[in-house]
Nanobody
């Protein structure tokens, strides 16, 4: 069974940092681009970052550019989202996702959420003093 599992969320003060992890089971992540999304209460799920299978290309939403860094360790079958200078506006449930279509597994771009066939369960990030 192919699964993605996020971890690393929690409560952090404004200005703090967190590292989220997206681990895969049942399939090798190194063949897939991995996308990070987030969903705040009452808002639509939005793309945050992505990284191609080899790590050669990354993409960031304007709201996180310069603060978040996406990386991957294919040997550990894991993708990371390093989040720095966090603000209360970053509070959300964070998800990683990919898919079996050529677009979702090969390209680093934010497609409609329905395009992604594999989602993790999400990890809560709360930024508050």
């Amino acid at each position: 069974q192919q699964q993605l599992v996020e971890s690393g969320g929690g409560l952090v003060q404004p200005g703090g940092s967190l590292r989220l992890s997206c681990a895969a089971s049942g399939f090798a992540l190194d063949y897939y681009a991995i996308h990070w999304f987030r969903q705040a209460p009452g808002k639509e799920r939005e793309g945050v970052s992505c990284i191609t299978s080899g790590g050669g290309s990354t993409k960031y939403a304007d709201s996180v550019k310069g603060r978040f860094i996406v990386s991957r360790d294919n040997a550990k079958n894991t993708v990371y989202l390093h989040m720095n200078s966090l603000t209360p506006e970053d509070t959300a449930v964070y998800y990683c996702a990919t898919g079996s279509s050529l677009a979702t597994r090969s390209l680093c771009m934010f497609l409609p959420t329905a395009a992604y066939g594999y989602w993790g369960q999400g990890t809560q990030v709360t930024v508050s003093s």
